[in-house]
């Protein structure tokens, strides 16, 4: 199973439980603490809830709704990107806060940008083994137990000393660390819509994780673009959606 379809898979539940789920109260309580780790911890929960209700046992159906949700995904991140609401962003919390909340914005968008190519070239007899959900969740409860530090990404290119690069490993962490950044995006844009109150130290913290969590998701990209040797992300200064001439759109 690829990379792709890994992601897709972490990314697609935690697309569809982030809409649904970021009501004032659930972002509040995700403020109240350590927000890096209350995330993390609200993304396991996505994905053990997702395993309990045998989503990835419908890998075909999962695959199809995510292609229908592409013109919501698309209106979404238009409304959360447009020059009216980062200028409230930046009148709210900050320019600084605004800055990296663009900066991980591009990325988010160009993440997407992936998933939805790599849907092209997913065949639909797709062979899925019949224990991959058991399997998928068996690796997912190591990865919560090997967690690090609480509000540090997992690395997803730890290696033995060989340079091999285990595939499973790989596309469960990337895809966990995507679903981590889509959702603090969508949390700050939420303290945006809902006007919510936050302290200095709270501002400060949603700065650095926006900024330490982008730098670090490029960051094992390219590493891991190198050992692969082909590109899976690039941003650039002026990212937009590359579907937006899409039939589809």
């Known amino acids: 199973m690829s990379l792709h379809i890994m992601s897709l898979q972490q990314m697609f539940i935690g697309f569809s439980e982030t809409m649904d789920g970021l009501d004032r109260s659930?972002?509040?309580?995700?403020?109240?603490?350590?927000?890096?780790?209350?995330?993390?911890?609200?993304?396991?929960?996505?994905?053990?809830?997702?395993?309990?209700?045998?989503i990835v046992d419908n890998l075909h159906e999962t695959i199809n709704k995510f292609r229908l949700?592409?013109?919501?995904?698309?209106?979404?991140?238009?409304?959360?990107?447009?020059?009216?609401?980062?200028?409230?962003?930046?009148?709210?919390?900050?320019?600084?806060?605004?800055?990296?909340?663009?900066?991980?914005?591009?990325?988010?968008?160009?993440?997407?940008?992936?998933?939805f190519t790599a849907?092209?070239?997913?065949?639909?007899?797709?062979?899925?083994?019949?224990?991959?959900?058991?399997?998928?969740?068996?690796?997912?409860?190591?990865?919560?137990?090997?967690?690090?530090?609480?509000?540090?990404?997992?690395?997803?290119?730890?290696?033995p000393l060989d340079n091999t690069i285990n595939p499973v490993q790989v596309s469960l962490t990337m895809g966990f660390n995507h679903s981590?950044?889509?959702?603090?995006?969508?949390?700050?844009?939420?303290i945006v819509k809902f006007r919510i109150s936050l302290s200095n130290e709270q501002i400060e913290e949603l700065e650095e994780l926006l900024r330490d969590w982008t730098q670090e998701i490029l960051t094992q990209t390219e590493l891991l673009q190198r050992r692969q040797k082909k590109s899976l992300i690039k941003v650039t200064p002026r990212t937009e959606f590359s579907m937006e001439n899409d039939e589809h759109t």
Not at 34 to 53: D, M, P, Q, S, W
Request: charged share 25%; hydrophobic share 45%.
């Open 26 to 54: 659930t972002v509040e309580e995700i403020l109240h603490g350590n927000i890096g780790e209350n995330i993390k911890r609200k993304v396991i929960a996505y994905l053990l809830e997702a395993f309990e209700t045998q």
């Open 180 to 190: 981590v950044l889509m959702v603090l995006v969508f949390v700050v844009a939420h």
């Open 69 to 115: 949700s592409r013109k919501s995904i698309i209106t979404k991140f238009r409304e959360i990107t447009n020059d009216s609401f980062l200028n409230e962003m930046e009148s709210y919390l900050g320019l600084t806060l605004m800055s990296n909340y663009t900066f991980a914005m591009k990325v988010m968008i160009e993440i997407f940008n992936m998933i």
């Open 119 to 159: 849907l092209e070239n997913i065949p639909s007899d797709l062979n899925i083994p019949n224990n991959l959900g058991m399997k998928l969740k068996l690796l997912v409860e190591k990865f919560v137990n090997d967690m690090l530090k609480p509000s540090d990404l997992p690395d997803s290119l730890e290696a």
